[in-house]
């Protein structure tokens, strides 16, 4: 009987703590893999904690995993025992309906299956993610990870380096758009700075702290702002392409949209326990400005991400924690205190669990 070593939480005011599971029987085009490192997403302490409302117990969280494959169906066709190889924030979707068929299947008409607290489409059980040792995905949701890059921090990459990516090249950013805002320099934003930047744009941090000025401009800022500063924003006036917001607290969106040109995008990636104050309509209208929004990216996009961040040897800056030490680096995380993202080591849970 193969037995799964996880950590999960059992009710929403519970720590996490080990649980066990049996994963399901290979299918046809599964792949099985040995998770390596998992990141560890702010999503992972909603769920957990149901503060979404919509936790099913027990949770096993981990949407940003890398791991070496170690079995495969017998129809499997991309992936063979020992690739590196990862696993975003979906594994299914619908694959039929307009998104899916478009290679979008984070806007699956019908529903994604997430990595955890999802609901398997063949079965109806529930789905465990990658706070564990080894997982079992359809081939189809699987990603190949470039070997040049180090894997701990390629796994954060799996949900937010797409994230900030989709964005990015959904509004063309780098020749054309060159001049690209990231507001906040969080988990999110570090990876749209180092993004945008090896894209070519001209990038421009803003964010709250002085503090992290210099920790901006070494990720690849060309000018931080400090946002609260009006005089330092209005230097900036009308001059922005496109900016991307990663805050996910409730603030003002009103002096971001000034600086944006004619035409010129907001995309918010950031999600708030509260929804931000609507903003002004004629600072809209009488730029044609807009702004949008955008949930991590489909596959295909993901691998695209995957392979350019290969090509410009982009990963994520991280703090590599042991499986232990999960429930303080969640209060951690409420403080923003770390650079710029925990990632779990699952070996320690495999030497914990084998103690």
């Known amino acids: 009987m193969n037995i799964t070593h996880a950590y999960a939480a059992q009710d929403a005011k519970s720590k996490l703590a080990p649980f066990d599971y049996q994963p399901r029987e290979l299918r046809a085009h599964d792949v099985q893999?040995?998770?390596?490192?998992c990141g560890v997403c702010h999503s992972d302490l909603h769920q957990a904690r149901n503060e979404w409302k919509n936790t099913i117990f027990p949770v096993v969280p981990g949407h940003e995993v890398v791991g070496r494959v170690?079995?495969?169906?017998?129809?499997?066709?991309?992936?063979?025992?020992?690739?590196?190889?990862?696993?975003?924030?979906?594994?299914?979707?619908?694959?039929?309906?307009?998104?899916?068929q478009e290679g979008l299947e984070q806007y699956c008409e019908n529903g994604f299956v997430g990595t955890y607290n999802g609901e398997d489409r063949e079965t109806g059980a529930i789905t465990?993610?990658?706070?564990?040792?080894?997982?079992?995905?359809?081939?189809?949701?699987?990603?190949?990870?470039?070997?040049?890059?180090?894997?701990?921090?390629?796994?954060?990459?799996?949900?937010?380096?797409?994230?900030?990516?989709?964005?990015?090249?959904?509004?063309?950013?780098?020749?054309?758009?060159?001049?690209?805002?990231?507001?906040g320099l969080g988990g999110l934003g570090h990876m749209g700075v180092k993004i945008a930047h090896a894209m070519g744009a001209h990038v421009v941090l803003f964010t709250t702290s002085p503090s992290k000025i210099e920790d901006g401009k070494r990720l690849g800022a060309d000018e931080v702002v400090i946002s609260k500063d009006p005089e330092h924003m209005?230097?900036?006036?009308?001059?922005?392409?496109?900016?991307?917001?990663?805050?996910?607290?409730?603030?003002?969106?009103?002096?971001?949209?000034?600086?944006?040109?004619?035409d010129g995008n907001m995309t918010l990636v950031g999600a708030p326990e509260h929804d931000h104050p609507a903003p002004q309509v004629f600072n809209l209208i009488f730029k044609r400005r807009s702004i949008s929004g955008s949930l991590i990216g489909g596959i295909a996009e993901t691998q695209e991400m995957l392979d350019f961040c290969g090509e410009h040897g982009i990963t994520s800056d991280i703090e590599l924690i042991a499986m232990d030490q999960i429930n303080e680096a969640y209060e951690r995380m409420l403080k923003s205190d770390v650079k710029y993202r925990f990632v779990i080591d699952i070996n320690t849970l495999r030497n914990q669990s084998a103690a």
């Open 33 to 37: 893999l040995e998770v390596l490192f």
């Open 70 to 100: 170690t079995a495969v169906g017998p129809e499997t066709q991309k992936y063979k025992v020992g690739d590196l190889v990862g696993v975003g924030c979906m594994v299914d979707s619908c694959r039929s309906c307009p998104s899916c």
């Open 128 to 183: 465990y993610g990658g706070y564990s040792t080894a997982m079992v995905v359809d081939e189809s949701f699987v990603l190949r990870i470039p070997e040049n890059l180090q894997l701990a921090g390629v796994a954060p990459l799996l949900c937010a380096g797409i994230t900030t990516y989709s964005p990015l090249r959904h509004w063309n950013v780098g020749p054309g758009k060159k001049k690209v805002g990231i507001v």
């Open 234 to 262: 209005a230097q900036h006036a009308n001059s922005f392409d496109f900016i991307l917001n990663t805050v996910a607290a409730q603030h003002d969106l009103n002096p971001f949209i000034t600086l944006l040109k004619r």
